[in-house]
């Protein structure tokens, strides 16, 4: 566990009847920020027990690919909405410790896939059962509604969130004179 220097309230005040858009929107502020803290901390141990050097920048990317199958870099650093210099350092080291590896690109031989390697699979395997485990036990006794109503409030705020990100890449992209490129990974 790590210590933190400001106790974790995970309720916000109490609301008051007749709320507005902005005491409602900041309550869930309050509610994504407790939620992105810890899933920071959780991924960060997550990643150390895949690798001990391994940064959560390098799990995030391991569960894409996981996720993904083979898949070409510069649409991993779209996923995530960073630019290809800092996955194609978090992929060289990923190579390094046998988890992933690159190969042609069966569409485009000009390019390269990446994919896990069979250590990388089992290991992402081990950590994400152990991970799925985790919300059975802290959600198992949520009634089966619940549980989707979350997961589909959920999805919703990640498109719109997932909408902005391509927005923010492609206006940053623009404005630094880069175009996108493809064939070139």
Not at 145 to 159: I, P, W
Request: charged fraction near 25%; glycine fraction near 6%.
């Amino acid at each position: 566990m790590v210590a933190m220097s400001n106790p974790l309230q995970s309720t916000p005040p109490e609301a008051v009847p007749g709320d507005t858009i902005d005491d409602a929107l900041q309550q869930v502020e309050h509610q994504l920020s407790l939620l992105w803290r810890r899933a920071r901390s959780i991924s960060h141990q997550l990643s150390r027990q895949v690798h001990p050097d391994m940064e959560p920048a390098a799990y995030g990317l391991l569960t894409i690919i996981r996720r993904e199958g083979p898949i070409r870099l510069t649409d991993l650093a779209s996923c995530i909405g960073v630019g290809k210099p800092s996955v194609s350092r978090q992929i060289a080291f990923l190579e390094s410790i046998g988890l992933v590896y690159k190969e042609a690109d069966p569409q485009d031989g000009r390019a390269q896939s990446i994919r896990l390697t069979e250590k990388g699979e089992e290991k992402m395997h081990q950590v994400q059962d152990a991970r799925r485990q985790v919300f059975r036990e802290r959600l198992g006794e949520w009634p089966l509604e619940d549980v989707q109503t979350l997961a589909d409030y959920m999805g919703r705020l990640n498109a719109v969130y997932g909408e902005s990100i391509i927005k923010d890449t492609t206006l940053k992209d623009t404005e630094s004179g880069e175009t996108a490129n493809p064939t070139q990974d």
